[in-house]
C-alpha cells in the first residue's frame, strides 16, 4: 500500500513541502540547543519541565482518546464508527511519534534515553512510561496496518490481531495513566499531588482526543472523497461533552479541598495560576480563557440543535481543544512548579528555539498523519468504488 503515498495531487505535495520546510526550521533549532544545552530554553532549576513535556502531555491525552472509537466499534459493534476507527488508530501514531521525539529533545542529550532501557528498574515511573508509549504505537501501527489492508482486499483481517486490538485497550488508558503517575509521584509539588490526577488527565483526554478527530473528519471530507459520516461525527461529539463535564467537575472537587482544607502549601499553586501571587500573574489570563473556553464548549455541545449545527461543531472542537490544551498543558506545567517547594516565584516562558523546536516536531507528526490518512481514504474510496 505504500505505493499510494507517492501519488497525490498538487496540493497534497504543497502541503507536505510547507511541512517539511517548518521541520527543518525546528532541526536547525534543535542543532543549536544539542551544541548549546538547555540553557537556549526558558527552563530553569526552579522550571524543569517546560513547553516540551507541556505538549507531551496533551498529546498523550491526545492518542489516548483514540480508544474511544475502538472500544464503542471493536467491543459494542458499533457500526458508525466503522469509517473512522481507522482515522482514530492513525491518530494516535501520528500523537505517539511526536511524544517520544518531545521526550528525547527535552532530555538535552538524546542518549540518556538510553539509561531507560540499558539499566531499567521496576521501581521508576519512566520505565513503565516507556513501555506503555512503544507498546501502543507499535500496536497502533499492526492493527491500523491490518486492518486497513484486510479492507482493501476485502476480507476479515487476521484473527491474531483481535487479541492485539483488545489489548491495546488498557494501553491506552495505561499510557496516560502513566503520565500523571510522573506528576503525582513527587510529593514535593503540591499542585500535582492527588490520587485524581490520573483520572483528570483520562477525562481531558476522552475531550481532546475525538475533539481533534472531528476537526480532522471535516478536513479529510473537504480535501478527499471520503465522507466520515455525520453520525459517527455526532456521536463523537457527545462523548467529548460528557468527557469535558467530567473534567471540569474533577478540577472543582480539587478546587473544593484544596480551599476548603485550607492548606497554603495547595492553595498558593491555585492562586498563583487563577489570582496571581507576589505580583507575578502570567498565567491568569491563561486560566480564565481556559475555564471560559471548556464552559461555552459544553454549553454547545450539550444543546441539540446547536451541537448538530454542522457549520458550528469545527468551531466548538476547536474551543475544546484550546481550553484543555491550556490548562492540561501550560496550567499542569506553571501549576506544579510556582511556587517552588522555598516558596520562591520563578515564571517560566518558552523561548523561540524552543517554540521552532516543538512546532518542527508537529511539522513531522502532521507529515505521518497526512501520509497515513491519504493511505486510508484512498484505500476505503478503492472498496467504495
Not at 524543569?48 to 464503542?72: C, D, E, H, K, R
Not at 515511573?125 to 504505537?137: K, N, W
Not at 461525527?233 to 467529548?240: D, G
Not at 484550546?322 to 506544579?336: P, V
Request: overall charge positive; glycine content about 8%; aromatic content about 14%.
Amino acid at each position: 500500500m505504500l505505493e499510494i503515498a507517492i501519488k497525490g495531487s498538487k496540493k497534497y505535495w504543497i502541503w507536505l513541502a510547507i511541512l517539511a520546510v517548518i521541520m527543518t526550521a525546528g532541526v536547525i533549532a534543535y542543532i543549536d540547543q544539542f551544541l548549546n544545552g538547555l540553557m537556549t530554553t526558558g527552563m530553569s532549576r526552579d522550571v524543569s519541565w517546560g513547553f516540551y513535556i507541556a505538549n507531551f502531555t496533551y498529546l498523550v491525552g491526545v492518542a489516548a482518546g483514540g480508544v474511544m472509537v475502538v472500544i464503542p466499534f471493536y467491543l459494542h459493534d458499533y457500526e458508525k464508527f466503522h469509517r473512522i476507527t481507522i482515522l482514530g488508530e492513525f491518530l494516535a501514531v501520528a500523537a505517539l511519534v511526536m511524544c517520544l521525539l518531545l521526550i528525547i529533545v527535552d532530555l538535552g542529550q538524546p542518549i540518556r534515553a538510553l539509561n531507560v532501557m540499558l539499566y531499567p528498574s521496576l521501581k521508576s515511573i519512566l520505565f513503565y512510561d516507556m513501555l506503555v508509549l512503544q507498546g501502543y504505537l507499535f500496536l497502533n501501527i499492526i492493527i491500523g496496518w491490518k486492518v486497513l489492508e484486510a479492507e482493501r482486499n476485502q476480507v476479515k483481517p487476521p484473527a491474531w490481531t483481535y487479541p492485539l486490538i483488545y489489548l491495546s485497550i488498557p494501553f491506552a488508558i495505561g499510557i496516560h495513566t502513566v503520565t500523571a503517575y510522573l506528576y503525582c509521584g513527587l510529593p514535593g509539588r503540591g499542585f500535582w499531588l492527588t490520587a485524581i490526577l490520573a483520572p483528570r488527565f483520562l477525562a481531558s483526554a476522552f475531550a481532546a482526543g475525538p475533539a481533534v478527530l472531528i476537526l480532522l473528519c471535516y478536513v479529510v471530507k473537504k480535501f478527499t472523497k471520503f465522507d466520515p459520516g455525520w453520525e459517527a461525527m455526532q456521536t463523537l461529539s457527545k462523548i467529548v461533552c460528557y468527557a469535558l463535564i467530567a473534567n471540569v467537575f474533577f478540577f472543582f472537587c480539587e478546587i473544593f479541598v484544596v480551599y476548603y482544607s485550607n492548606i497554603p502549601g495547595h492553595i498558593s499553586h491555585i492562586d498563583y495560576l487563577f489570582f496571581g501571587l507576589h505580583g507575578h500573574n502570567a498565567m491568569v489570563p491563561w486560566m480564565w480563557t481556559s475555564l471560559s473556553l471548556m464552559f461555552i464548549g459544553i454549553t454547545l455541545l450539550i444543546v441539540p440543535w446547536l451541537r448538530n449545527n454542522k457549520f458550528l461543531l469545527p468551531f466548538t472542537c476547536i474551543m475544546i481543544i484550546a481550553g484543555t490544551w491550556i490548562d492540561k498543558s501550560l496550567g499542569m506545567i506553571a501549576g506544579g512548579f510556582v511556587p517552588s517547594p522555598l516558596h520562591h516565584v520563578t515564571e517560566y516562558a518558552p523561548t523561540l528555539k524552543e517554540g521552532m523546536i516543538t512546532l518542527g516536531i508537529y511539522a513531522l507528526g502532521l507529515i505521518i498523519l497526512t501520509v497515513l490518512y491519504k493511505l486510508a481514504t484512498t484505500v476505503k474510496e478503492e472498496v467504495r468504488g
